[in-house]
């Protein structure tokens, strides 16, 4: 019993008997472990945000100015009647095509009329042969469309009173009203990308044809003519039409989608959220340009083949872990 206990106590010159003291070695190995278990994490181990991102690149952005305008066509003409008379046939509808030459309507003049039904000598034979000697017949002055009838047969017109519309449909250009501010930064030629509402999945393109020198005082805005094309004569006459006028491009320029660009309010900072090899998101801070179908021009901040991030982005805070999905993975 005594051997054993030689090996845990120890007597002091007095004779009183004290535990040996091993309290250096635990503690260090106490501390060795608590350092261990307190160390922290990496960006690995830290719980990680799911964001999408993409490499910065490089394109061409278009300088875009928007504007409003509506359709008008060159060729149009209304076939009015020569002469006071009785419509005795009309020979299009509305919609219809007609050729240059043909013969859109005739109508008795109102003097042959009155002639005729008023002689009782005449008999009925006769007075349909003159009937038919005295009717004027109108005809299309060119290839085109009747937009407009408005009178029926039958009907007593007087002299210069309209009878039908016809538009040629392929002389159709756009009227655009430009705010005057805008004139120093666009030209005769620059092209001009149509969207029309009817058509909301087509763009056309046109080019600035005239821009009208008078200002209008009222709108204080000024008149550009654009040309495009409309060969299958879809576009029709009046139809309403956003335009965005292409003033200038910057080619070979970096780009980000516009969904990457965010704004801080209380600064007028603009940043974006840049992730690095360590899967952690940082906050740049860029400058914009200019922006076209949800692409950003970044003039300042960023380098091509950075990646930043575009969904998930929204109040990240810099220093977040993050797990990237990038486009097509």
């Known amino acids: 019993m005594e051997q054993k206990n030689k090996k845990s106590v120890f007597s002091d010159s007095v004779g009183r008997v004290r535990p040996v ?30 964001v999408k991102a993409v490499q910065v690149q490089r394109g061409n952005v278009n300088h875009l100015i928007q504007a409003t305008g509506r359709v008008d066509v060159l060729k149009k003409v209304e076939i009015t009647s020569p002469v006071e008379g009785v419509v005795t046939e009309l020979l299009v509808k509305e919609g219809d095509f007609v050729r240059k030459g043909s013969i859109v309507a005739r109508l008795r003049p109102i003097e042959a009329e009155a002639a005729i039904r008023g002689s009782a000598a005449l008999q009925p034979a006769m007075k349909r042969s003159f009937l038919r000697l005295g009717i004027i017949s109108l005809s299309s002055p060119f290839n085109g469309y009747v937009s407009k009838r408005y009178v029926s047969s039958n009907a007593l017109v007087q002299v210069s009173a309209p009878l039908i519309s016809v538009e040629d449909l392929s002389s159709t250009y756009l009227s655009v009203d430009l705010p005057s501010l805008y004139l120093e930064q666009v030209k005769i030629g620059d092209r001009v990308l149509i969207h029309f509402l009817s058509f909301p999945d087509d763009v056309l393109e046109g080019r600035i044809a005239t821009i009208n020198p008078t200002v209008s005082q009222e709108t204080q805005t000024v008149t550009l003519n654009v040309s495009f094309p409309n060969k299958d004569q879809e576009v029709k006459d009046g139809m309403f039409a956003v335009v965005d006028i292409v003033s200038s491009t910057h080619k070979n320029t970096l780009v980000v989608p516009k969904d990457a660009l965010l704004f801080d309010p209380d600064t007028g900072r603009e940043f974006v959220m840049v992730v690095g090899q360590d899967s952690i998101a940082r906050s740049v801070t860029v400058t914009s340009g200019y922006e076209e ?17 575009t969904q998930g982005n929204y109040a990240l805070a810099d220093g977040t872990a993050v797990k990237v999905e990038t486009n097509g993975q």
């Open 293 to 309: 179908d949800g692409k950003v021009e970044i003039l300042h901040g960023l380098n091509q083949g950075q990646l930043v991030i």
């Open 21 to 50: 003291r091993l309290a250096g070695p635990v503690l260090f190995a106490a501390l060795f472990l608590a350092s261990c278990s307190s160390k922290p994490q990496t960006a690995e181990q830290a719980p990680q945000v799911e």
